[in-house]
């Protein structure tokens, strides 16, 4: 039972545009979500979060947006940088941390 | 601030064979978990300690996984005997306390099992 979902395998962007990540949730009990990247060879690092009590966090050229109603999150990265490319996991935990869920995963790549 | 350590960072091995992954958490994180990444998934939770003691593993098949944590520092993760389904990037993440969200990973060590 896949409770966090990336639908999106990989991206491709412009270098200065948009980039738009994706990820859907089924546990409507999660209440705390994490964006993490992860460049080859390296453990997965911790981008941004947001609670479930708010829609939206930003952090620099990081933004992160949560629908509860559609149980749908997306992080924003405006604007893209080459450094950016890397595999982007989405992750979700319930009841103050510890167990993080993941998504699969989709691969950015920001071409110059 | 050293991060996470692990080691090896890679391990061939034949299966039915015994392993086993090392790892250091970040001075002071009391909180160390054990995750497996196989290859086009996200890493899955395998085991949670908080110190010494096990939180959470019930994702931790206990016919051939097992792990310790002594003296709540370092830890290590066994598998005997390894399947060829085990073949997967293990990674170790470490927190200040179970509430802390924030997790940081090592590099992992990928295993493969022919």
């Known amino acids: 039972d896949q409770q966090v979902k990336q639908n999106s395998p990989s991206l491709s962007v412009q270098e200065g545009r948009i980039s738009i990540l994706n990820c859907d949730y089924t546990n409507s009990m999660f209440d705390y979500f994490l964006w993490y990247k992860k460049y080859p060879a390296e453990g997965p690092t911790f981008l941004i979060s947001i609670s479930s009590i708010k829609d939206k966090n930003e952090d620099g050229r990081f933004t992160v947006f949560l629908n509860k109603s559609a149980k749908h999150l997306s992080l924003h990265i405006v604007p893209s940088q080459p450094g950016d490319s890397a595999v982007y996991f989405c992750a979700a935990s319930i009841g103050g941390g510890g167990k993080l869920i993941f998504g699969q995963g989709t691969e950015l790549s920001v071409k110059p | 601030e050293a991060g996470v350590a692990q080691s090896p960072r890679y391990k061939i091995i034949e299966k039915r064979q015994s392993v086993a992954f090392w790892c250091n958490p970040i001075s002071g994180h009391a909180t160390l978990y054990w995750y497996q990444q196989i290859l086009g998934q996200g890493p899955k939770l395998l085991i949670q300690f908080q110190n010494n003691g096990v939180v959470d593993d019930s994702q931790l098949p206990k016919d051939r996984f097992s792990a310790e944590r002594l003296k709540g520092v370092d830890s290590t993760l066994k598998i005997q005997p390894a399947k060829l389904e085990d073949s997967a990037v293990y990674l170790c993440?470490?927190?200040?306390?179970?509430?802390?969200?924030?997790?940081?990973f090592g590099p992992g060590t990928r295993l493969t099992v022919t």
């Open positions: 993440a470490s927190s200040l306390g179970s509430r802390s969200y924030e997790q940081y």
